[in-house]
């Protein structure tokens, strides 16, 4: 879906990644099970979709930060409160599972590397199969949250944000709202997943 202004689709793109990315790391789990514990270091593939993920959820949230500061006020001056109560349950139910699976990937992409390299995320008590029973249970939820709250976005807030903004309106001049660029088929290999 495009938008007339800039910020709206930056705000459409950082939440479309995140799902092409837990779609990815759902299909490479289906495909090779626990096979990636053995595997020192981890496969290149799957390190490319951990890093993928952890850095399009952490520009998510970021986004989701900068719509609440710069944008929401724009639907109250509009009279659409009723847009923003809709949004902001889904939002902390989002933003929940969002910083629980960041936290998952990345003690599991510590549990991954040589003991001489782990952090402190990994202890004795866990072990890299309970953080892929963990990203294997939180990928799926995420994903289907964020699947319906890009529908509900689609239909009403994104647009009408839209039509509140001109074409050229951006954020005030130094505000970073960098969007992170993820192209899936030079970061991993030709497929036909890729971000617009």
Known sequence: MSYNNKIIQRLHNDLFTPIEWLELLEEEQQGSCYQHLSAQPIPARMSAILAGLETALEQMT????LEEEQLFGLLKQSSRRSIIAN????????????????????????????????????????????YWDDALRLAPLLNNRLN????VAESSYLPVIDSLLNRSDDL?????????????????????????
Request: glycine share 4%; proline share 6%; net charge positive.
């Open 62 to 65: 970021y986004s989701f930060t």
């Open 87 to 130: 949004l902001k349950p889904r939002r902390r139910e989002i933003s929940t599972q969002v910083y629980q699976l960041l936290n998952t990937i990345k003690a599991l992409r510590s549990s991954l590397q040589s003991p001489a390299t782990q952090s402190a995320f990994d202890t004795p008590l866990r072990h890299g199969e309970d």
């Open 148 to 151: 319906r709250y890009l529908q």
């Open 172 to 196: 005030p001049p130094g505000t970073d709202f960098a969007v992170t660029d993820l192209t899936l088929g030079q970061t991993i290999s030709h497929q036909s997943h890729y971000y617009h």
